[in-house]
């Protein structure tokens, strides 16, 4: 790891020390993963930093769309995090080649599967991508559960601090595929399962389009309660 990418995560950690009352669950899930997906809900441009130092872990890289690369300050500071960027809508293939490679050393990659920000705050019908990649390398997915990183401007405004909640949920591999099971069918019912992995780490006004689906219910059920804060209403 660079210097100028660790001293940066040093300068986002105190900032974030200073502007947040920032609450992080289960961090211990990422920390013993070895190399893993890391897959999160959309609110915020602010989403990668706060995941980057949600760990003790060091080995975290988190994957951009490219049209972020030209932004003024943003396109600066997440090329000097190193992280991999993306085209997004398209097939990129150069992206994935990284993803596994990362992996594949022990790192820990993260990704946005609904591929833009939800200005609603509600988890979005997400991309296949993230079922793609999770088939590729066959890494254990992380989902996390973010609120909070959306309201910058409204706790400045108000000479306050955020408050940003983090939620892992624990590390899971995609289901096996049924016999005679269409690739389409598949990918889909894939994508289902992780975004419905990320929406039970969120209170329920948050989990949007997934809000309803069926597996909400049985994974609810398998939950260890004493391990989701959404159970106990610390969400808010």
Known sequence: MSSARENLLNLIRKLIDKCVNLKIYNPEYPENAGGALVVTNHISRLDTAFLMVSTKRRDIIGMVASNYRKAPILGSIVSKLGAIWVNRGEGDFSALRKVKEYIQKGWIVGLA?????????QLIEAKQGVALMA??????????GLTGTADMLKAFSKFKKMDVTINFGEPFHLPERLEDEHNRDYVG???DEIMC???IL?????RGFYAKHPRIQSLLAETDQSKNPVFNKELI
């Open 113 to 121: 599967p609904e591929g833009k920000r939800s200005r609603r705050k």
């Open 135 to 144: 088939m590729k390398t066959g890494a254990p997915i992380i989902p996390v």
């Open 189 to 191: 019912r894939a994508v």
């Open 197 to 199: 992995r990320i929406a």
């Open 202 to 206: 969120l209170p329920e006004n948050k």
